[in-house]
C-alpha cells in the first residue's frame, strides 16, 4: 500500500496537480462571483454549471451570459466569444512542441486557460518528454474541476454568502488579477519577456480606457506575440 502511495505521488500528473494547486486561490473566488452572476441573469443552477463545464472559458463566460440576459442575438454571442477566445490560436502552438507527438493530447486542449498556459509553458521545458502530457494533464484536471466547484458553489450558495459576508462581493473581483500577477512577474527575467508583457499590458489597458474592452484581451495577446517573435527573430539575426 505504501508503495502504491509513493508512485501514486511520484507521478507526473500528481505532480502536475500540485504544481496547480495556487491556482485556486485565484480560479475558485472567480467562479464563485460567476455561478452567482449567473443566477442573477436567470440561468438555473443546472445550466450554470454546464456553461462552465463546456464553455470554461472565464471572461467569456460572463460575456456569454450577459449578452444572452440582454437579448442580444445567438450569432453575436457566438462571435464575441469566439473573439475573446482567440487567444488560443497563440497558446496552442506555443504549447504543441514541448507536447508528445502523441494526438492524445489535442482533446486536453479544452484544460487550456491563460493560468495553465503560464504554468505551463514554464514548468514543460523542465519536465522530461515522457512526463510534460501526465504533469499537463493533472494540471489542467484540478484547474478545471475547481472552476466547476466554484461554479456550482457561487450557483447553490452564494446569494447566501455575499448577504452573510458582503465583503466577499468586493473581493472576488481582485482574485483573478492577483493570481495573474503571481504568474507574470516570474517571467520577467530579460528584456524579451518583459518588454512582451508590457506591451500586452499597455494594448489591453488602452484599449479598456478608449471604450473596447471586450477587444483588449485578444489584440493585447496578439501584439504581444508579434512582439516577442519579432524580438526573438531580431536577436537570432544578430547573432548570425
Not at 509513493?6 to 500540485?18: E, H, S, T
Not at 456550482?152 to 466577499?168: D, F, Y
Request: glycine content about 8%.
Amino acid at each position: 500500500m505504501s508503495t502504491l502511495i509513493r508512485q501514486l505521488a511520484g507521478a507526473p500528473w500528481m505532480q502536475g496537480v500540485k504544481d496547480a494547486i495556487p491556482l485556486l486561490g485565484g480560479y475558485i473566488p472567480v467562479a464563485i462571483s460567476f455561478g452567482l452572476i449567473s443566477i442573477q441573469s436567470g440561468f438555473s443552477v443546472l445550466e450554470t454549471i454546464l456553461i462552465s463545464t463546456f464553455i470554461y472559458a472565464g471572461a467569456s463566460q460572463f460575456l456569454f451570459v450577459a449578452m444572452a440576459a440582454s437579448g442580444a442575438p445567438l450569432w453575436l454571442v457566438v462571435i464575441m466569444t469566439l473573439l475573446i477566445n482567440a487567444r488560443h490560436i497563440v497558446y496552442g502552438p506555443n504549447l504543441a512542441p514541448y507536447l508528445s507527438e502523441d494526438k492524445k493530447w489535442m482533446p486536453l486542449m479544452h484544460g487550456l486557460t491563460d493560468q495553465i498556459f503560464a504554468l505551463a509553458h514554464a514548468r514543460l521545458p523542465q519536465l522530461p518528454e515522457k512526463e510534460r502530457l501526465g504533469w499537463y494533464t493533472g494540471a489542467a484536471a484540478l484547474a478545471w474541476f475547481s472552476w466547476i466547484g466554484g461554479t456550482a458553489l457561487g450557483a447553490i450558495a452564494g446569494g447566501e454568502l455575499t448577504q452573510r459576508w458582503p465583503l466577499i462581493s468586493e473581493v472576488l473581483p481582485f482574485a483573478l488579477p492577483a493570481l495573474f500577477l503571481v504568474l507574470i512577474v516570474p517571467r520577467c527575467t530579460s528584456l524579451l519577456w518583459s518588454a512582451t508583457i508590457a506591451l500586452s499590458a499597455v494594448t489591453a489597458l488602452v484599449l479598456k480606457i478608449i471604450g473596447y474592452p471586450n477587444m483588449a484581451i485578444p489584440l493585447a495577446a496578439i501584439s504581444g506575440a508579434i512582439l516577442f517573435y519579432a524580438l526573438k527573430n531580431q536577436r537570432f539575426l544578430g547573432e548570425h
